[in-house]
């Protein structure tokens, strides 16, 4: 079997020889949780699934990201849910790292390999299984959304491996991989594949109003997140709250790609 280009995380327990230092951290500004901290025991288990278990990575809590909540998921083959989203106003974002995953809607079935993703509005009746032989993992984010009038967006299913990445100006080291149409208004929030050359960088301390969630998915790099430099590599998430400056450099030898969330096209509530 091939192994899958995306870091998922197996759970498992560290031996009692290990030391406890690592390089989990939560400031006002972000989080970092590397993936060394994603253990059998923080893991959760959602209503309405079965033969799964959840590593919840982002959710709303006083002084952290507030617009969404992301999730790594992982189903036992036979394993899944009729009703996943208990919330109508909320809308599903999903990303295959490993397996394979059946998403069905209106009795239409969509199978997320590697790679996969699927946009679910709110108020879609969605359900989704593993129908394969072996586990399957797939990141899982929810908004709830913002509607506005003249826009309303539909299911979306696809590959991200089947998308041109859209090289950032003047570079051919920096590219975006959107799946989700980025001029269209229907949409509050973006989920896109960033991918750097080794050696790539973000030039310049970005510092917006969206938050962000970053999944690293493959190699390494160093992030510069408001005031400090973190080394991360793949497997390793960071959540960043509005504002934060943030900037990196990729390290090689691989490319340095990461899932990144961010909430998008509304304005600002008073």
Same mark, same amino acid.
């Given at each position: ?61 006083? %002084?952290? #990201?507030? +617009?969404?909540?992301?999730? *790594? ?9 009729? $009703? @996943?989203? /208990? ?44 129908? %394969?032989? #072996?586990? +399957?993992?797939?990141?899982? *984010? ?9 826009? $309303? @967006?539909? /299911? ?64 390494? $790099? ?49």
């Amino acid at each position: 079997m091939t192994a899958s280009p995306y870091y998922t995380p197996a759970g498992g327990l560290p031996p009692q020889t290990d030391l406890l230092s690592d390089r989990a951290v939560v400031t006002e500004a972000y989080t970092v949780i590397p993936r060394g901290v994603l253990r059998d025991i923080v893991t959760s288990v959602f209503p309405e699934w079965t033969d799964t278990r959840a590593w919840v990575i982002n959710s709303p809590v006083p %002084g952290g #990201a507030q +617009t969404f909540s992301q999730a *790594i998921v992982e189903v036992a083959p036979g394993g899944g849910s009729p $009703a @996943p989203e /208990p919330q109508p106003e909320v809308e599903g974002f999903l990303f295959v790292t490993a397996g394979a995953l059946t998403v069905t809607v209106a009795g239409e079935e969509h199978v997320l390999t590697e790679g996969g993703f699927g946009f679910l509005p709110a108020g879609t009746e969605w359900s989704a299984h593993n129908a %394969g032989d #072996a586990p +399957t993992s797939f990141h899982w *984010i929810r908004k709830r959304y913002q509607p506005i009038a003249g826009h $309303a @967006p539909a /299911p979306k299913f696809g590959n991200e491996r089947d998308i041109e990445p859209t090289p950032m100006p003047d570079t051919d080291a920096w590219s975006t991989t959107r799946m989700l149409d980025p001029q269209d208004l229907a949409y509050d929030m973006h989920v896109n594949v960033v991918t750097f050359k080794p050696g790539g960088s973000i030039p310049f301390a970005e510092t917006h109003v969206m938050e962000h969630g970053l999944y690293v998915l493959e190699g390494k $790099a160093v992030y510069r997140l408001n005031e400090d430099w973190v080394e991360v590599q793949a497997g390793d998430y960071m959540s960043l709250r509005a504002f934060c400056p943030q900037a990196c450099y990729a390290g090689g030898p691989s490319n340095f790609r990461y899932l990144l969330y961010k909430d998008v096209n509304r304005q600002i509530v008073l």
